[in-house]
């Protein structure tokens, strides 16, 4: 836990005095009363770090797109004065300061070397947070890195797509991501409901804004953007050329001669007549099929999303279908449950924190003691967000056409909101609960009912 939080709970009255550390010199005998005097220091400390709703909250971020897809999503929606005051603003962009790279370029992660993906998104997040080029050292060197690498030509898929959303990219230049593949029977492999989850959920939203080819509002920074990060004028690009097109330091899986055959033939052949008329009237369809699908997931999970990534473009879709609409405004009240702020600056995290699964390595640590009679506050709160993190019910309808999974029972990453269960959270959080139904009711009263406790069993086995 990061020194702001440590310093947010003494604000609020909850300074912790430990005891000085023992320190002990080589030859010395490490005694008993040695060793709990040290684990008392340890306990104390994390009692003093626990939330006011019993969880242990934590930083769970270093991936330098998320906070770009949030921006991104805000200011298509034309919503980032709404959400982002001035104060979020000098402390977005000071965490994106920070983690520049000396060459000037940003990583995909706080600890990577520089992408065209990690690089195009920040500096684009700084442009449109208002930070001027001009006189701009940061924003010079990370322009420069941008040209010197090929431009944002060479952005890797889910860069292309976010730049074309906002205008600075032609949709042109995008494989094509069919929303039709989502109306092809569902016992066919390659439809998408077979997809791994995460990945099903950020391309779903893709789909549709593909669909609809969405551009957001062309305003004089974007037609600024178009100019900065490109080394050809704007209209004078080979957007077919840089469909497959991927700056070195992005290429993971380097794709064969074959693959790029089939992703030509699909741009060129199946793209154009999916959409002409009259076979445009199923791309129509698909695109309601979608928003169905958008709109099972806000729902059912609260308007969080499986992650910060879909979250961002499920707003824009919700947007994009109708502005004035409750889902988006709905979308716009949970963007603050993914922010964080440290002494970094403030960034976004991949889930709206990891609540659930580091509060139950921290109870199982507690338990593992012969102290749990002196942490009986901190173990109740402890308890009591454990039974309020965990899923109580499934999702809604058919899920087989919604491709979910039981959720009954299960304990998410995060918070019962999120809705997704995860099998390793909900056997870590079944063990810590556990754990507690053995301490006194002296000490924990009101212990998790044997009901869930069986619910949580037969969700663990539902993923056998």
Same mark, same amino acid.
């Given at each position: 836990h990061d020194s702001k939080y440590a310093k947010q709970n003494k604000?609020?009255?909850?300074?912790?005095?430990?005891?000085?550390?023992?320190?002990?010199?080589?030859?010395?005998?490490?005694?008993?009363?040695?060793?709990?005097?040290?684990?008392?220091?340890?306990?104390d400390q994390f009692s003093s770090l626990q939330s006011d709703d019993g969880c242990w909250p934590g930083d769970f971020s270093g991936?330098?797109?998320?906070?770009?897809?949030?921006?991104?999503?805000?200011?298509?929606?034309?919503?980032?004065?709404?959400?982002?005051?001035?104060e979020h603003r000098r402390e977005i962009c000071r965490y994106i300061y920070n983690h520049q790279n000396e060459d000037?370029?940003?990583?995909?992660?706080?600890?990577?070397s520089s992408s065209m993906f990690g690089t195009c998104s920040n500096y684009i997040t700084l442009r449109l947070l208002g930070e001027e080029l001009d006189g701009n050292?940061?924003?010079?060197?990370?322009?420069?890195?941008?040209?010197?690498?090929?431009?944002?030509?060479?952005?890797?898929?889910?860069?292309?797509?976010?730049?074309?959303?906002?205008?600075?990219?032609?949709?042109?230049?995008?494989?094509?991501?069919?929303?039709?593949?989502?109306?092809?029977?569902?016992?066919?492999?390659?439809?998408?409901?077979?997809?791994?989850?995460?990945?099903?959920?950020?391309?779903?939203?893709?789909?549709?804004?593909?669909?609809k080819k969405f551009v957001g509002p062309i305003t004089p920074i974007i037609l600024a953007l178009r100019e900065e990060i490109y080394?050809? %004028?704007?209209?004078?690009?080979?957007?077919?050329?840089?469909?497959?097109?991927?700056?070195?330091?992005?290429?993971?899986?380097?794709?064969?001669?074959?693959?790029?055959?089939?992703?030509?033939?699909?741009?060129?052949?199946?793209?154009?007549?999916?959409s002409s008329w009259p076979i445009n009237k199923l791309r129509d369809r698909a695109l309601k099929n979608l928003m169905e699908h958008i709109h099972y997931e806000d729902d059912n999970t609260q308007y969080l999303c499986i992650c910060a990534v879909n979250k961002a473009l499920n707003m824009v879709c919700c947007w994009a279908e109708d502005p004035s609409s409750e889902a988006f405004k709905r979308h716009l009240a949970r963007i603050p449950d993914f922010l964080w702020i440290s002494e970094d600056g403030m960034k976004a995290q991949v889930y709206d924190?990891?609540?659930?699964?580091?509060?139950?390595?921290?109870?199982?640590?507690?338990?593992?003691?012969?102290?749990?009679?002196?942490?009986?506050?901190?173990?109740?709160r402890a308890n009591a967000f454990m039974k309020k993190s965990q899923v109580l019910w499934n999702h809604p309808g058919d899920q087989s056409y919604s491709h979910r999974h039981r959720s009954k029972g299960s304990w998410t990453l995060s918070s019962a909101d999120n809705g997704w269960?995860?099998?390793?959270?909900?056997?870590?959080?079944?063990?810590?609960?556990?754990?507690?139904?053995?301490?006194?009711?002296?000490?924990?009263?009101? %212990?998790?009912?044997?009901?869930?406790?069986?619910?949580?069993?037969d969700c663990l086995l539902s993923f056998v």
């Open positions: 604000h609020q009255g909850r300074e912790l005095r430990l005891p000085p550390m023992e320190k002990l010199e080589e030859k010395d005998v490490v005694t008993e009363e040695t060793v709990l005097a040290s684990l008392r220091r340890a306990l991936i330098m797109f998320v906070m770009p897809g949030l921006i991104f999503a805000l200011y298509v929606t034309r919503s980032l004065n709404t959400v982002v005051t001035a000037g370029g940003w990583g995909t992660l706080i600890l990577g050292e940061v924003l010079a060197k990370g322009r420069g890195w941008i040209l010197s690498h090929g431009s944002a030509t060479l952005v890797p898929q889910w860069g292309k797509i976010w730049l074309s959303i906002l205008g600075v990219y032609d949709w042109s230049g995008n494989n094509p991501i069919f929303p039709e593949l989502w109306l092809v029977p569902q016992f066919l492999p390659f439809h998408p409901g077979k997809f791994w989850c995460l990945c099903r959920m950020i391309y779903l939203p893709m789909a549709y804004l593909y669909g080394d050809i %004028p704007y209209d004078k690009i080979n957007w077919g050329m840089s469909r497959n097109a991927c700056a070195k330091e992005d290429l993971v899986c380097p794709r064969t001669v074959l693959q790029n055959a089939v992703w030509a033939s699909l741009y060129k052949c199946v793209e154009p007549v999916l924190s990891v609540q659930s699964w580091e509060t139950s390595f921290i109870i199982q640590a507690y338990c593992a003691t012969d102290l749990v009679s002196e942490y009986g506050p901190t173990l109740e269960a995860v099998s390793d959270t909900t056997a870590e959080a079944l063990k810590a609960v556990l754990l507690l139904s053995k301490i006194s009711n002296n000490i924990v009263a009101d %212990p998790v009912e044997r009901e869930r406790v069986h619910d949580a069993v």
